[in-house]
Every structure is written in C-alpha cells, then in structure tokens.
Nanobody
C-alpha cells in the first residue's frame, strides 16, 4: 500500500506562485506514474498535470499549460512537485496528488490512478 501526502497549499494573490509537494510513503519500491488533480467547490475533480514513471513525459491541462510545471523529486521515489506560477483566482481549489502502479506514461484520466492523497487547499485572491 502507498500513502500520498500533499503539502504547500495556502493563500496567495493573483499573479503569485506556490509549489505543491507530494510525498509517498509505504510500499514505494516501484516507480509510479504521478498526477495532480483539483476540485473547486461545487465542481467535479479535474485533471491538472501528470508525469510518466521515468519523468521524461509530462501532460498538462490547457488551462494550466505554460504556468504550471510538474516534476519528480530526485531523491524520493514517487514524490513529485507542482510548481504553480501566474496564479489566477480560477485556480482556487483543493489539489490532489495521485499515483498509478499500472501506468507507464502520463495520463489525464483519474480512473488510471490507484492512490490518492487527502488534498491541499490553494486559494488565489484577486
């Protein structure tokens, strides 16, 4: 079993930056494809970004492309960052980290992910 824990959320003004971290613990012997999803109040969970097992492939939602960057932590298997720049009020949501034991590449589909964190709140004020 793998546990994922997000950190780094908070309140930031529009145009600012935050970096979210996702730390994996438990059975982290294998490398997983990882992703970030978000859910704003009253909406469905949506895809934000994903990264392949090896880190050589990434995939972004159109809404965050050019502003957000997903990367793997060099010294911690199945742990990832989400660097968020030029934040907008519409980026306000709970952000979830997800891991997939079966994927090799980067996927936007939540059904592909086996493990989920509890989420971290990001609030962007205008």
């Amino acid at each position: 079993q793998v546990q994922l824990e997000e950190s780094g959320g908070g309140l930031v003004q529009a145009g600012g930056s935050l970096r979210l971290s996702c730390a994996a613990s438990g059975r982290t012997g294998s490398s997983y494809a990882m992703g970030w999803f978000r859910q704003a109040l009253g909406t469905e969970r949506e895809f934000v970004a994903s990264i392949s097992r090896t880190g050589d492939s990434t995939y972004y939602a159109d809404s965050v492309k050019g502003r957000f960057t997903i990367s793997r932590r060099d010294n911690a298997k199945n742990s990832v960052y989400l660097q968020m720049n030029s934040l907008k009020p519409e980026d306000t949501a709970v952000y979830y980290c997800a891991g997939s034991a079966g994927l090799v590449g980067a996927s936007s589909r939540s059904i592909h992910y086996n493990y989920w964190g509890q989420g971290t709140q990001v609030t962007v004020s205008s």
